[in-house]
């Protein structure tokens, strides 16, 4: 480098730093550290969202070679499924609210479609012997186990990010730089899924017979 461009490279460099500085110092590192996470964390909860949709063709399958099940469960669950993997799930869901809600709902549906669906199998002593609708059953409550771990990562993710997105003066930086807030999780659709389906076995009653006419 010759001595007539080192000047020219070291006020470069000073300009270069004082624009970093003040821009760390408003968040914008901890926004891109933020956006990466939560986006990571989108990611493994629609993989896990993914392997339970492709373990129920399986189960309803198993389930179907059962004489009598209740049909109405089994097709709330063929239902809700349909309904759950027609949602586009793509990373820029997260930054789309409505249709975040859309596709929080539909899953929400289904978990409650399946649950059910476990339940009433339990009235059925053949599904209750059958190997392979148990070793269905064990992998899926593995994933409703893995799927409930990756949402709440996301939600503790995207409330770190949102909290910085709103607080000053890293809210500048946000706007300058389009990071708006992310959707999260619902409490209310937290309780929803966590909430145990209700299910009754009871049988109507038979109807009694009409009473015979008096005798004159």
């Given at each position: 480098m010759t001595l007539a461009r080192r000047p020219a490279r070291i006020a470069a460099l000073l300009l270069v730093t004082a624009l970093a500085a003040p821009l760390a110092g408003c968040g914008y590192n901890d926004f891109q550290r933020l956006d990466e996470q939560v986006k990571a964390g989108w990611s493994e909860v629609l993989n896990q969202y993914q392997r339970r949709a492709d373990l129920i063709p399986n189960i309803v399958a198993t389930v179907k070679g059962e004489a009598n099940f209740e049909q109405e469960t089994l097709t709330k669950v063929i239902e809700a499924r349909a309904r759950a993997t027609s949602i586009q799930a793509t990373p820029e869901l997260v930054n789309n609210p409505e249709a975040?809600?859309?596709?929080?709902?539909?899953?929400?549906?289904?978990?409650?479609?399946?649950?059910r669906l476990m339940v009433v199998s339990e009235?059925?002593?053949?599904?209750?012997?059958?190997?392979?609708?148990?070793?269905?059953?064990?992998?899926?409550?593995?994933?409703?186990?893995?799927?409930?771990?990756?949402?709440?990562?996301?939600?503790?993710?995207?409330?770190?990010?949102?909290?910085?997105?709103?607080?000053?003066?890293?809210?500048?930086?946000?706007?300058?730089?389009?990071y708006s807030v992310k959707p999260g999780f619902t409490v209310q659709n937290e309780a929803a899924i966590s909430a145990p389906p209700a299910v009754s076995f009871d049988k109507p009653a038979a109807p009694t017979a009409p009473a015979a006419p008096a005798s004159k």
């Open positions: 975040f809600a859309k596709f929080q709902a539909a899953q929400g549906e289904l978990t409650g479609a399946l649950s009235q059925y002593p053949n599904l209750k012997a059958n190997a392979a609708f148990q070793d269905l059953r064990v992998q899926l409550e593995g994933t409703e186990n893995r799927i409930t771990v990756a949402r709440n990562r996301y939600i503790k993710t995207v409330q770190e990010y949102n909290v910085l997105a709103r607080s000053f003066p890293s809210n500048l930086t946000a706007m300058v730089f389009s």
